[in-house]
């Protein structure tokens, strides 16, 4: 999860167990504006076998259907879905198997997928090292149901919506950016900034294709962060949700640690 930063070091900011594993969420985010109700990534989903879960040794009781309905949202109200890549922790959610239709079908009936269609390529012709992360059973059935949209470039899904490409970590990774009021701006981070531990500008994970560029997105982002007082919203950081950023004498750093629930009722 960390790369090439030494292991006594990172044990420190993210404590591995006995096995050498992190222990990881797959966070997701709905965001409703303008009459949308939007889901940021979908998770792992429900439809992958035991082999393969047998490298992930899930943990936990949390599912995206109980995490929808303790918000009181039901899938099929759900209007668009923004996948910020397809690695299938970050997509599998978004297709179901139907097992007495035989098929695949999406999860979120009425909704829009939308992805980057660098990302869609890139995916479609996908490197050796990458290849194993993408699983066409998580993506074609997006394309083949018709409901694929996709992303060309910096944009706005909804004045309050807004999309940013990086590509470090993939090629066109999708970060939504949700602008709540003037002084609240919620970062949806992905794989960009997977932990609060991944904010330091070197210590860029293992799995970015191209680290050299990420860390370039990565100090660029900071910078605009701090400025803006963005907070940041992590998918994969188990213990902590939110963040604010502040500036030291090393760099930027997390500031106030906090849940979207204290974000949300924070004064800015
Ligand atoms: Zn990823």
């Given at each position: 999860m960390f790369g090439v930063v030494p292991k006594t070091l990172w044990q420190k900011a993210y404590p591995a167990d006995e096995n050498n594993m992190c222990n990881l969420s797959m966070r997701c985010l709905a965001v409703e504006a303008e009459g949308r109700k939007i889901i940021i990534d979908a998770g792992l989903?429900?439809?992958?076998?035991e082999k393969f879960l047998g490298f992930y040794y899930l943990n936990g009781s949390d599912s995206l259907e109980r995490s929808l309905n303790a918000a009181?949202?039901?899938?099929?109200?759900?209007?668009d879905v923004i996948l910020t890549h397809l690695h299938f922790d970050h997509c599998g959610g978004a297709v179901d198997y139907d097992g007495a239709a035989g098929a695949y079908k999406p999860a979120f009936p009425r909704a829009v997928y939308w992805v980057s269609r660098d990302q869609w390529e890139w995916a479609m012709h996908p490197n050796p090292r990458e290849k194993a992360s993408y699983l066409k059973e998580n993506i074609m059935p997006l394309m083949d149901h018709g409901c694929l949209r996709f992303?060309?470039?910096?944009?706005?899904?909804?004045?309050q919506v807004e999309i940013r490409l990086f590509y470090g970590?993939?090629?066109?990774m999708a970060i939504p950016i949700v602008h709540?009021?003037?002084?609240k701006t919620l970062v949806y981070t992905a794989d960009l900034?997977?932990?609060?531990?991944?904010?330091?500008?070197?210590?860029?994970?293992?799995?970015?294709?191209q680290p050299l560029v990420s860390m370039k997105e990565h100090a660029d982002f900071l910078e605009e962060a701090c400025e803006k007082k963005y907070t940041f919203f992590f998918e994969h950081d188990l213990q902590t949700e939110c963040c604010t950023l502040k500036k030291t004498d090393k760099g930027i750093r997390p500031d106030k640690l906090m849940t979207l629930r204290e974000f949300l009722h924070s004064s800015s």
């Open positions: 989903g429900t439809k992958q076998d009181g949202l039901d899938r099929n109200e759900i209007t992303i060309e470039d910096h944009s706005f899904l909804l004045p970590h993939t090629a066109g709540i009021n003037s002084d900034f997977p932990t609060t531990a991944h904010i330091p500008v070197s210590w860029v994970c293992g799995y970015d294709t």
